[in-house]
């Protein structure tokens, strides 16, 4: 029978031995049996998806949510039952603030990303100097442009609207993403469709409005720009457990090595080796490069050469007098210039629905860049210390938190550099070299979840075909 290991059990792992699991299934009854055994170092499946439960409120430790318009996340929950368990942001409250010089801005209408589409609302906004507004009307007659190399976000904003779109904008916008900087970003692997408008209409400006006029054409409703589930992002994943063989998982058990051998992959885990057809890599690709360094050298420098940046979520929880002190609207993001260590917070009792009584406040501070590297090894008293210290001085907020949580993620958000997507090729033709492996993960073809379940989808399906069997399978969509 044919045997597949998979390595990581993040969501990317998971989905993939979800889709093992329906052709598992549906192959008892076919006669084309198949065995998997997903392997995770950690105690618990999930990865960076986790969500707490803290007086009344509810806490998201890693994702709070994904993006609605990739469908894939989406479409994999209504397919394990969680169909009617989806809920959207809050939209109609939404409004973001950017800080500049210690206050708070509002985030004009009609941005679209960072590319403004609305004229007025711009105009009046305190977020940019004269300067800027003036190169924003240039923008419009920005000439069709193809770039002939890759380049970084901040090369490409400040051509079409100077620096400070970069600092106030571009930068904070992508760092609440990747937790990196837009000056080390690259363009076509973060923000293609920019580098397609740009060739295409040379205005960022015209092109986002050509977009929204065929939106407004199109029949489908208006969705909420992000999507979660009521019980938190780990229901997802706990769903996803519940329906994998309980017998195929194999907690706090860390891969050492996947080697080929004889046409088929040794694992090794601890002191046992097992023997499988096929193995999906679903783990960040430093991890990876570790586990497949004697597979493949050169793939394992290329996967180690992947950047990974850490950061660190605290969520603090405020009684009723502080959430009506608060500023309306989603929270608000921190330019660098700005010098503090906060890049983010999220007031997420506005946010999403299901989230907190309507007599608590839920604060969510993201820090992320160039000093969290020492923060992950200061203590909780010293991280509490600086977040309640900017939090202060931005909002005016001296009251003590009824809870605070803190989490570490060490190196687990990938950066996309320039030149990332010749990497991918590079790494593309060395695992073509290796019958058997599909690799899947955030160092890829996105960071976000949508994007880490498709990649754990099209993996096993890759692994399935390449084994000679069909990666149909025939499933219900239910919920
Ligand atoms: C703080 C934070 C906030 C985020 N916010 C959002 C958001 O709001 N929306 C969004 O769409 N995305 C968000 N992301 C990104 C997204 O959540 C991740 O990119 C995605 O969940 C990664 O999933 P994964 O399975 O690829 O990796 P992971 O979740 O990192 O899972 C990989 C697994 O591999 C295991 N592993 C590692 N080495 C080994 C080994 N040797 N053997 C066995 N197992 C191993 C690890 O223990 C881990 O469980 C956020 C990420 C973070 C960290």
Not at 20 to 49: C, H, N, W
Request: aromatic fraction near 6%; glycine fraction near 8%; charge should be neutral.
């Amino acid at each position: 029978m044919p045997r597949i290991a998979i390595i990581g059990g993040g969501i990317s792992g998971l989905s993939a031995a979800f889709s093992l699991e329906e052709k598992r299934q549906s192959g008892a009854q076919a006669d084309t049996k198949i065995e998997y055994v997903l392997y995770e170092a950690a105690p618990r499946l999930g990865g960076v998806l986790v969500t707490d439960h803290v007086d009344g409120c509810l806490l998201e430790a890693g994702p709070d949510s994904f993006v609605t318009e990739k469908p894939w996340a989406a479409d994999l929950c209504r397919k394990i039952g969680l169909g009617d368990q989806l809920i959207g942001s809050n939209d109609a409250d939404r409004k973001t603030y950017i800080l500049v010089r210690n206050r708070l801005v509002v985030m004009p209408d009609g941005l679209m990303f960072m590319v403004p589409t609305k004229i007025l609302p711009t105009v009046f906004s305190p977020l940019f100097s004269l300067r800027t507004k003036i190169r924003m009307a240039a923008e419009w007659f920005h000439p069709p442009h193809k770039a002939e190399a890759d380049e970084t976000v901040a090369a490409m904003v400040e051509r079409h609207y100077g620096p400070e779109m970069v600092d106030r904008l571009a930068d904070p916008l992508l760092s609440g993403i990747y937790g990196g900087e837009a000056s080390q970003l690259s363009v076509r692997a973060v923000l293609a469709r920019f580098a397609d408008m740009e060739a295409k209409y040379g205005s960022l400006g015209r092109a986002m409005l050509a977009a929204r006029a065929q939106m407004a054409h199109s029949k489908t409703p208006p969705r909420p720009l992000f999507t979660s589930l009521k019980n938190g992002m780990q229901q997802m994943t706990d769903e996803l457990v519940a329906r994998l063989d309980p017998r195929a998982l194999r907690t706090s058990t860390p891969v050492q090595s996947a080697t080929p051998q004889n046409g088929a992959w040794t694992v090794t885990a601890g002191n046992q080796t097992e023997t499988f057809d096929a193995v999906i890599v679903a783990m960040p690709a430093r991890a990876a490069s570790a586990v497949l360094q004697s597979a493949d050298a050169t793939l394992a420098r290329e996967l180690g050469e992947i950047v990974y940046s850490s950061s660190i979520t605290v969520a603090l929880g405020y009684d009723d007098a502080v959430r009506r002190s608060l500023p309306p609207g989603f929270g608000f993001l921190v330019p660098r210039s700005e010098g503090r260590r906060l890049l983010a917070a999220t007031f997420v009792h506005n946010k999403f629905p299901h989230r907190a009584p309507a007599d608590r406040a839920i604060l969510r501070c993201f820090l992320g860049g160039a000093h969290v590297e020492e923060s992950m090894s200061a203590s909780d008293d010293e991280i509490l210390r600086i977040v309640r210290q900017e939090l202060q001085q931005i909002l005016g907020l001296t009251a003590d938190p009824l809870f605070v949580r803190i989490y570490r993620w060490r190196a687990a958000m990938a950066q996309y550099a320039v030149g990332h997507l010749d990497r991918l090729q590079r790494i593309e033709a060395l695992r073509q070299k290796l019958p058997g492996l599909a690799l899947a993960g955030n160092g890829f073809n996105g960071i976000g979840v949508p994007d880490c379940v498709r990649s754990g989808t099209e993996a096993a399906s890759k692994v399935l075909t390449a084994m000679g069997i069909s990666s149909a399978t025939s499933s219900t969509v239910t919920g």
